[in-house]
């Protein structure tokens, strides 16, 4: 059975306007013997199962918070969909379509998709890029599940995921490689993901 996660990974703009993704270390204290073993220490963006009954958006949410320690209406400016398409976390009921009373769905187009084909986890999910303020800072606890976080730029994070893919968390590894992708050029210049 898969296993539904959605990939929020975090860009903002320094103080000089330039764009930034914001990696972390995974450092889990609550041991899950069938995930620690193959990812402990290695790099990446926020994760976070999808509950039942919670949407994706709310997945998201939850995700930044519990991993970030940041309440998201105090720093997310925007979350991003394919082709650069904003969804407001606080409006994505605009999102939703009903064909009767008994049912809603939720209709989005997410940044990526990703699916782990081998690996100690079966996930399945959506990527969005999530656009947080210029100041804001990751407020990690000590016993939770990320340390050493590290803001890069486009150019640096995809330099080393090129080549040092392992130090990477495979579920991670091809969301912060699209991303950093579809914010250089050929020639390495950085693009606007972010519009203003």
């Not at 609550?30 to 949407?55: F, H, M, N, R, W």
């Amino acid at each position: 059975m898969w296993k539904l996660v959605t990939i929020p990974v975090i860009i903002r703009r320094n103080p000089n306007n330039a764009q930034e993704i914001q990696v972390h270390t995974q450092t889990r204290k609550v041991i899950d013997k069938a995930y620690d073993p193959l990812y402990d220490g290695t790099q990446e963006t926020c994760g976070e199962t999808v509950e039942g009954g919670e949407s994706i958006i709310d997945a998201i949410v939850r995700g930044v918070q519990e991993e970030m320690g940041a309440r998201m209406e105090q720093v997310v400016i925007q979350i991003i969909g394919a082709g650069g398409k904003r969804i407001q976390h606080a409006d994505h009921r605009a999102h939703t379509l009903s064909t009767r009373p008994e049912d809603e769905m939720l209709s989005l187009e997410p940044f990526g998709f990703i699916q782990q084909l081998k690996g100690p986890q079966p996930w399945v999910g959506p990527v969005f890029v999530v656009e947080v303020r210029s100041d804001f800072e990751p407020q990690l606890d000590e016993e939770g599940e990320v340390s050493a976080h590290r803001w890069w730029t486009p150019l640096e994070l995809a330099e080393v995921l090129r080549t040092t893919p392992i130090a990477f968390m495979g579920l991670h590894y091809p969301a912060l490689l699209s991303v950093c992708e579809d914010l250089l050029d050929p020639n390495g210049t950085i693009r606007p993901l972010i519009s203003d």
